[in-house]
């Protein structure tokens, strides 16, 4: 561990919508930063030039904002190791490069793209694992390569040393020990003038005063170079902790067909912000092994890295939507009515209410509402055909093969009959709450010697033309008598 005042990092490269397992990291160490009074700084890596997309800081800092990760530092935050942009901080990796290359630790290499492809085709040919095979090492290498480039400017390679080991210490794995035979010489800037991940990341973090270094275990191959790096520099080493990965249900690399998206599309798709916070706190840390609803304040007091596992975190879609319900049934009646209100209100195209339905929508209402819904939804779209029939001016249009069902399919006059009668006894009700309708429903039922069931399955459908809707009778109540009275009249005359 480290004596260090807590600060970590994100540090996303803008090439695209950030990835679920860029998220999970995210949350790890904005709880970490707010378990101890630390620091959370957002770091943008956008060195890499050619898959540099405009959109994705804008997509990096939706997806967090969104899951109430707000950084400490970095972007339109400032802080007092600006610029935050990796691309604004060339001179410092020029200058750590110089340094390297001073000190013995790097050396300019001019071998061109075509004798590097000659050299790994080689290397396939061999069987041998891709590597640079050091010409460039020796003065005498690096002449003769200079000669052949012309006016190509050089890139720099780390020198890492044929023998001995490197020794990583992680804090989930421990100490692992690399060979440095088997390790590369890696490139640290490039010829254009930008730095590698390899190059920008610890001088980076070192002029940000990083900490704890949390990262998916897809980066430990690299550890031992940063480590010689940090080394090189003469920088203190962060705390290394390499998260495990996340797999499908089946223990597959984690793909579109196990639900994988990005967290914007979640946030599209109706879920919760608290649901998704809690799910991607769980891919790899744990609390015990029975908990599964955890408040975000609840995180932030029990979050530690000795939590944090070894075994890959395993992403499950039907888990998530599980989840997502339990917020929902959780959340209090006037924000999620606020949340449905914002879905419903979209256009009909968009998935909102139908078109004739009146906006905006009355937020008292739906907030009566809400109650009725909330135990049969999974995710806020699904509401809307649960809710729909609520706002409908002109009613709804049940239809008559499913207002029949397979009960009265071949007995249509009773059908007919019992409609009739329950008409009769919606005019007549008193003091129209669902109390006094159940009664006033079930002694019709029993005056007609036909199920409740089967009574209250037709109106269901002459009322909200859905065989499954919320409880039937609370639902009436809010409809009120008119509008109850009126759908049940249709019905009639439509059998």
């Avoid at 739906?366 to 999974?378: G, M, N």
Wanted: proline share 7%.
């Amino acid at each position: 561990m480290t004596n260090r005042p807590v600060r970590v990092r994100l540090a996303p490269s803008p090439t695209g919508t950030p990835h679920i397992g860029t998220m999970r990291q995210a949350i790890f160490d904005w709880l970490l930063a707010r378990k101890t009074g630390g620091k959370f700084v957002l770091r943008i890596e956008d060195t890499d030039r050619n898959r540099f997309v405009p959109t994705a800081l804008e997509e990096i800092e939706a997806s967090l904002r969104w899951l109430g990760l707000n950084w400490d530092e970095g972007p339109e935050v400032g802080g007092p190791h600006e610029p935050y942009f990796q691309s604004e901080r060339l001179p410092l990796y020029k200058e750590a490069a110089r340094k390297l290359i001073a000190d013995g630790h790097a050396y300019e290499c001019y071998c061109t793209p075509e004798r590097l492809d000659q050299m790994r085709a080689r290397q396939r040919e061999l069987k041998e694992p891709p590597h640079y095979d050091g010409r460039c090492r020796t003065e005498e290498g690096r002449a003769a390569a200079k000669a052949e480039a012309g006016d190509r400017r050089p890139v720099v390679r780390f020198f890492m040393p044929d023998e001995g080991e490197t020794v990583v210490s992680d804090f989930v794995r421990g100490e692992i020990t690399f060979e440095n035979a088997r390790l590369d010489d890696a490139v640290l800037l490039k010829s254009d003038g930008f730095p590698t991940y390899h190059l920008a990341m610890p001088v980076d973090d070192h002029e940000m005063e990083i900490s704890h270094v949390i990262r998916n275990e897809e980066w430990l191959p690299s550890a031992p170079l940063h480590r010689r790096i940090f080394d090189a520099l003469g920088y203190e080493l962060p705390v290394f902790v390499h998260t495990a990965s996340i797999l499908g249900p089946d223990r597959s690399k984690l793909s579109k067909r196990h639900g994988a998206q990005s967290v914007l599309e979640y946030r599209d798709a109706g879920y919760l912000p608290e649901a998704v916070f809690n799910f991607l706190g769980l891919l790899g840390w744990s609390l015990d092994d029975k908990t599964e609803i955890i408040s975000r304040e609840e995180f932030i007091q029990h979050f530690t890295l000795d939590r944090i596992q070894k075994s890959p975190g395993i992403f499950n879609i039907e888990k998530l939507n599980w989840m997502n319900a339990e917020y929902m049934r959780l959340m209090p009646v006037e924000r999620l009515a606020a949340l449905l209100i914002e879905w419903l209100e979209r256009p009909e195209s968009e998935g909102g209410l139908p078109s004739n339905a009146a906006r905006p929508l009355d937020f008292d209402y739906t907030a009566r509402i809400v109650p009725l819904v909330r135990e049969r939804v999974k995710l806020l779209p699904e509401a809307r055909d649960m809710m729909a029939f609520f706002y409908l001016p002109d009613g709804v249009e049940p239809d008559p093969a499913q207002l029949l069902g397979k009960t009265f399919r071949d007995n249509r006059s009773r059908a007919q009959l019992l409609l009739s009668e329950a008409l009769v006894a919606a005019d007549q009700v008193e003091g129209w709450s669902h109390e006094a309708l159940e009664a006033a429903f079930r002694d019709l039922a029993t005056r007609m010697d036909a199920k409740p069931g089967d009574l209250f399955m037709l109106m269901r459908v002459a009322l909200t033309a859905r065989t499954v809707a919320p409880p039937l009778f609370e639902t009436m109540e809010i409809i009120g008598k008119e509008r109850s009275v009126e759908r049940l009249r249709v019905a009639v005359n439509l059998l």
